[in-house]
């Protein structure tokens, strides 16, 4: 018997950060929007903890016990008393370090396969709490929609959406690492007092209605400075992005993957056509949002 589990990347529509923490986090008010590219993560009975991957991207998927896969089941094994003995295989879709949210999908993935597996009867809070232990990101794949993220990004807030968003996703070569890029924004923040992250008020309102316009005007990632300051070129593909007829276009949380957001989904294939014509990218990929969290299929 196996459990498959389908659960989706995000986009940080707004990204705001604070400055470095005592501790080196950063404070964050990060508005999470789930997006329809997803992982399929599927759980089997085995003898021991195996992890396998595949995708175009699986060979950068680490398969040790460092995959947040893995840690997540590990970590539900351990509060249940029992051995971690599955075998996690992830079809993966989400680009890899890009930004978009993949390992922490597959850690919120596998914890919620494993769960109905073996029937611990967990709490919804249960499996947040795990969620939470396991990375900031990570509480987000399980709730899926739209949601404000404070504290490290791992106290959720869930928000209302009025309507469904179009987006293109500009997908680079090579990933970007996330702690190398906050370390490029500490560099660039150096002396200066950073303000503290507060939700855009426009922003949210704009969810709330399904205004694409206004969401487009309001998007904002704090990132967006650092990841381009590590890797330039990322100019060159939100100006393509622009140009093809993109009402907005940011960096997607660390990056290097590059969101557009585009009225419908006619401009939404036109955009991604003008994308891979400009050369700036590897590939484009088009997705709606907001989507469902993880769920079992
Ligand atoms: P975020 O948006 O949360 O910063 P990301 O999308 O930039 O994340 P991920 O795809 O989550 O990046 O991968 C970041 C790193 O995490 C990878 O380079 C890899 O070493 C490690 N990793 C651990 N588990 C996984 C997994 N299941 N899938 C992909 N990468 C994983």
Redesign the pocket.
Known sequence: MSVTVRVP??VNVQLAVGGARPDGFHDLANVFLAVGLY?EVTVTPADSLRVT?EGPDAS???LDR????ARAVEKLAARYGRRADVHIH?A?D??????????????AGALLACDALWGTGASRDELLDICAEL???VPFGLVGGAALGTGRGEKLRVLEVGGTFHWVFAVADG????PAVYGEFDRLHAGVDVPEPVASGVLLGALAAGDSAGLAGALSNDLQAAALSLRPSLASTLAAGGSAGALGALV????P?TAFLVPDEAVAGEVADALVASGTCRAARVAVGPVPGAVVV
């Open positions: 990347a995000k992982d991957c950068q998927v680490p460092t995959n947040l896969a992830i993966k989400i680009p890899v370090a890009g930004g978009m949210a993949g390992g922490s999908a597959d850690g990375g900031s990101d990933g970007l690492s996330t997607s949380g660390s990056g993957t």
